[in-house]
């Protein structure tokens, strides 16, 4: 996830996550070729995480302006110190909840990767959408959908079964909500917003060995290791790790493949 645009107090390492994430950036960047930009609009980006896609939006519009939001301190701190305005004067960075969305008619794009999943009211993020987008304006997200990662759910459970971890996730309450495509369409419309496509689509997300795997877990499964003591966290997550090889070993070059499911949504404002 780039971040997140929720109110959820997790604690996120920056640099961490920005050495973990090569996937989710590989997914972006994908998504960044669509864009077809001019190079003068003004472009929202929500959840920008460490904010280096947001960077790259910044560079593709000199003409413009980018700003990147995430709820988290920790990212937007990062950010800013990363890019500042002295390299990126058409970037500015806020702390802001995506379903708070504090703007009015600005932007001729929203863009987001791998952060909406962690909201979990999406209709009140996307009517906050609609008022950010100037008439005509577009949005392209991309974020976990229906049946994402179901492979590690599955080692996740194997583990619980066979340990007492799960005394540590009584009151677990998960942020995540993978969507399906006629949900989140009924949603676009109720928000005012023109679906113009909401697809589910599969990627193998790919990690270098289990210490990938390890890393992936420890910057994203935060709900889940957050709830457990600090110094028995790294024991949890490799207990989980080595469950997830025994069911799905790593292949000939060593890789660990994990079964990824991502949401597409693009819509216009009216």
């Given at each position: 996830m780039e971040g997140t645009g929720t109110?959820?107090?997790y604690r996120w390492d920056a640099a961490d996550y920005r050495d973990s994430s090569s996937q989710q950036k590989k997914w972006g960047r994908e998504l960044l070729s669509r864009l077809h930009l001019h190079g003068d609009e003004h472009v929202l980006d929500i959840g920008c995480g460490d904010g280096a896609l947001t960077a790259e939006i910044a560079e593709r519009v000199p003409e413009g302006s980018v700003v990147g939001i995430d709820s988290s301190p920790e990212m937007i701190a990062f950010a800013?110190?990363?890019?500042?305005?002295?390299?990126y004067p058409n970037l500015s960075w806020e702390v802001m909840d995506a379903q708070d969305l504090r703007f009015d008619g600005l932007f001729d794009l929203a863009f987001s990767?791998?952060?909406l999943h962690w909201v979990s009211d999406q209709l009140r993020v996307l009517r906050g959408v609609r008022r950010s987008l100037k008439p005509g304006g577009k949005t392209l997200f991309q974020m976990g959908g229906r049946g994402n990662a179901s492979n590690v759910v599955r080692a996740l459970g194997e583990l619980l079964s066979r340990s007492d971890w799960g005394r540590y996730f009584e009151n677990l309450r998960l942020p995540y909500r993978f969507c399906s495509p006629q949900e989140y369409e009924a949603w676009l419309r109720e928000a005012g917003?023109?679906?113009l496509r909401v697809e589910l689509v599969e990627k193998d997300m790919v990690h270098a060995g289990r210490k990938g795997l390890e890393a992936w877990i420890r910057t994203t499964w935060l709900p889940f290791t957050q709830c457990i003591p600090e110094d028995q966290r790294e024991g949890f997550i490799a207990e989980l790790s080595s469950i997830y090889l025994e069911l799905y070993p790593p292949d000939a070059e060593g890789l660990l493949h994990v079964n990824a499911v991502r949401l597409e949504v693009e819509a216009q404002r009216r």
């Open positions: 109110g959820e107090a800013r110190s990363i890019y500042p305005p002295s390299s990767n791998a952060a917003l023109v679906p």
